[in-house]
């Protein structure tokens, strides 16, 4: 059984009557398991393509990780950023309470056992609904990106002349589209092939609200399927350009909270006599997390020894931070760039049959190419299509991992 997200309004049924009753009837169990089975009726919109058990187990587990607030999720520190999110699971878990006071006020009553089976049922229903809220709550916020300045490169790949020539037709293609954004940007570099409108390499500076998020979907190799401008025989080639969208790289920041430090004080080593430190001055730090040690005994207070070294360690650090970031931009262009084969494309334009394929997502073919290729509406329409795939993607992914 598949199960399906579909937007729900939250409503509760209370039942005062019920919760008025002494605690004091007792023994009254209803079958939760076999409850959940014949109330889980669900409506489609938004199709996870996974069994309903693992995803109610995901929400359960979810929402036990939100009231210990674990640190642990990685996922659930992105979402409980969002302030829908937090709402939904916080009537959920009241939804839950309702039901085990309910169970509780039930035990050992036939009265109540009758009316308890009725509320139960609707509490079942509301909590289902709910549910549904909360997964596309989730697939709404998963995969959003908030980055705003960006690096675009696009480069001419297999293919010669022709190549280049789309790529150029890519260049103006983006340039379009980065107004019809609304975004800024900034060519850096355009290396240009001599003798035709071509291109062989661009990067271009990009800077906008969440511009990473709408422009990463463009990275990969982008195929072309056409007869060239320099075809004398009418024959149809196929060429290839990628596209790289990386995240400018930001100016970075060393903090050093105390609980991170393992600060420890010796006397100075020297060549004796009157060089022998007899104060504890010489300063040696740790930085727990990362297990890097710095010393320093040049001067002779602690406090002076101990600045010189904190500058060591942020030095040390700095430099560390600096080579994993660019060692994550180098990863993600080797990763988009690929080897620009035609084989490797994530979009095919084929100038014959006037059509545009996105191989990412079934529903990825479009018409009508010379609108296309200015880079407005209908590139948006396709960026959103790529969005939700992506976004069900990460959710789908999350839901699996759940143990």
Known sequence: MLFFVYGWRFGRRWSREILDFNNSRTNFNINLNSRILECNTFC?????????????????????????RS????LLTTIIKQREVVTLLDNRILIEENIKSLEELGKNDEEMKKLGQDEFIAYQESLNKLDEEILEALADNI???????VIFEITAGVGGQEAMLFCSDLFKMYQGYFEYLGFTYQPLGVDKENGIDGIRHATILVSGDRAFELLRHEGGVHRVQRIPATERAGRVHTSTVTVAVLPQPTELEVNLPEKDLKIETKRSTGAGGQSVNKTESAVRIVHLP?????????ERAQIQNKRIALLK??????EMQLNDQKSTTAAMRKKQRGMSQRNEKIRTYNFSQDRIT???ISNGTMHNLKVFMEGGED???L????????????????IEKCK
């Open 71 to 74: 640190k642990d999720d990685e």
């Open 290 to 298: 990362t297990g890097i040690a710095v010393e320093a005994q040049s």
């Open 379 to 381: 590139l948006k329409d």
């Open 44 to 68: 489609t919109k938004v199709n996870l393509a996974l069994p309903e058990k693992n995803v109610k187990k995901y929400i359960t587990s979810l929402t036990e990780s939100y009231k210990v």
């Open 313 to 318: 360690l942020r030095s040390k650090l700095y």
């Open 358 to 360: 996105d191989h990412r």
């Open 383 to 398: 960026q959103e299509k790529l969005q939700n795939h992506f976004q069900l993607k990460v959710l789908q992914e999350a």
């Open 143 to 149: 995969g959003k990106d908030y980055c705003r300045d």
